[in-house]
């Protein structure tokens, strides 16, 4: 049963922490990446990877740090540098850069 | 930088109507695609429509680019209340990665 999985579907955290969410695929895809969504608005791209040990900044990667050491997995680092990270986060893979993105069923965090 | 911009922000039909939304971008592209979000849930890719390419079906769904008007429509015809959802475009214009609008919320009333 192919797909991408996410976990911890919530995930409560205190300030100054850091967490990791995780994310794995196994469909083959070369690429992965990071969004964030907060409440009522778009996709926001925080980092991606177009091969395994090496990842890009998306627009909004300042606070999160990401590795690449397996194809399959792609786990996401909030730090705690930032500065509002309570948020929905959705993981997503896709064959090659441009091409349709698989999502995973997201985490939402919250940070109190 | 959200790229893509959805048109309207929310829709609210009877089923069985039609649905349009819309999607418009500033520069280049080299494929438009929509998504479908259930609430609280992840995106579900629904069609990719290329830059040389006009029209494309998906069942009830039919998709349209104008790139002379840098604008995309998603047409959802004979709705049905499983239909309600937040429908996104994204692009990659300027040959960056798949960038997202803010959305439709559409809802399907019974």
């Known amino acids: 049963d192919g797909g991408i999985t996410q976990s911890p579907k919530y995930l409560f955290r205190k300030e100054g922490q850091n967490v990791t969410l995780s994310c794995e695929q196994n469909l083959n895809h070369d690429a992965m990446y990071w969004y964030r969504q907060d409440p009522g608005q778009g996709l926001r791209l925080i980092y991606y990877?177009?091969?395994?040990?090496?990842?890009q900044k998306g627009d909004i990667a300042e606070g999160y740090s990401v590795s690449r050491e397996k194809k399959e997995s792609f786990p996401l680092t909030v730090t705690s540098a930032q500065k509002n990270p309570t948020a929905f986060y959705l993981c997503?893979?896709?064959?090659?850069?441009?091409?349709?993105?698989?999502f995973g069923p997201g985490t939402r965090l919250t940070v109190t | 930088s959200q790229q893509g911009e959805e048109d309207p922000q929310a829709l609210s039909i009877q089923e069985g109507e039609n649905a349009t939304m819309n999607c418009s971008y500033k520069?280049?592209?080299?494929?438009l695609q929509w998504y479908r979000q259930n609430s609280g849930r992840g995106l579900v890719h629904l069609i990719l429509i290329r830059s040389n390419e006009r029209e494309k079906h998906s069942g009830r769904l039919r998709v349209t680019l104008d790139t002379s008007k840098k604008s995309s429509s998603l047409l959802i015809t004979a709705s049905r209340a499983a239909d309600t959802a937040s429908y996104f475009c994204a692009t990659d214009e300027d040959n960056n990665d798949m960038r997202f609008g803010a959305g439709t919320r559409l809802t399907v009333k019974p």
């Open positions: 520069t280049s592209i080299n494929n």
């Open positions: 990877s177009q091969i395994v040990n090496d990842f």
């Open positions: 997503a893979s896709s064959i090659g850069i441009r091409s349709a993105l698989y």
